[in-house]
């Protein structure tokens, strides 16, 4: 699934290609024909993200709310021609002008949003680690007081916007904790170890397209970036995400992996021990 720093991106690109435009706006699938016309034609003024949700904003309140889901993409691609440009797959929404399209797929939700809804759809959210104005107090209250485990309040958005399963299982490793403390036994000082160290690992997603994690990395990305250069990076790589059953790669147990909020979480039990 797309994390947060998917989505920071793609409203990046979007807001590049397409603000101050008035695109062309179509479902080429047809399920979305009524709110491709509603759209079509207005000026676009901004494309924002919070946590995992796309919000586009159209001129007269009208905004483009979308959550990609498990397997959604969207595409933006320039093109300095005006033919047509064929709708591989299926295309729920096309954005177009005469220099770039964008191609909307098996999103999990794609609608359009008055803004009583955007609002209503931001206060659901908790503090993204993306965004400069971002309090991580926000989402300490809550986790203080939950009997819920960290494993389980990194993976809600109402919580934490943004946070999936690759960045909670490489952050929880990171500072040595288990993912089964509950909230309500987490110290603050450690919450404010996983806010901050979030907020350096993501932009560092959003840079390089890519989650990295393992410090020897981060610390070549980083300097690379500080050099004004594209990083140069090699295969994927990881301290716990997908490695169940190989060894940790600083103590050399197993390490393991249980479904937590519905998805695999991976940890090191040795290791992970602190609250
Ligand atoms: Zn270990």
Known sequence: ?????????????????????????????????????????????RATSRGKHLLVEFADDRWLHVHLGLIGSFTVDSHEWTAEVPALGQVRLRLRTDQ???DLRGPNLCE???????????????PD????????????????????????????????????????????????????????????????????????????GVATGRIVTVEDELLAVEAALGRGEVPHLTERSSYVYKRAGMPCLTCGSRV??????????FWC????RRH
């Open 256 to 265: 393991r992996t249980r479904v937590v909020a519905g998805r695999n979480l």
């Open 129 to 204: 680690p993306l965004r400069p104005d971002a309090d991580p107090d926000v989402a300490w209250a809550r986790i203080h007081r939950s009997s819920r485990t960290v494993g389980e309040l990194l993976m809600d958005q109402s919580v934490l916007a943004g946070v999936g399963n690759v960045y909670r299982s490489e952050v929880l490793f990171r500072h040595r904790l288990s993912p089964f403390t509950e909230g309500r036994r987490m110290r603050r000082a450690s919450w404010r170890l996983v806010w901050d160290d979030l907020e350096r690992l993501m932009p560092l």
């Open 1 to 45: 699934m797309p994390e947060g720093h998917t989505l920071f991106a793609l409203a990046r690109d979007l807001h590049e290609a397409f603000a101050g435009t008035t695109p062309e706006v179509t479902s080429p699938q047809g399920k979305f024909t009524e709110g491709a016309a509603e759209l079509s034609g207005r000026e676009l003024l």
């Open 100 to 102: 770039h399209v964008a």
């Open 112 to 126: 359009v949003a008055s803004p009583e809804r955007v609002d209503a759809v931001l206060d659901g959210l908790g």
């Open 269 to 272: 039990g040795r290791c992970q």
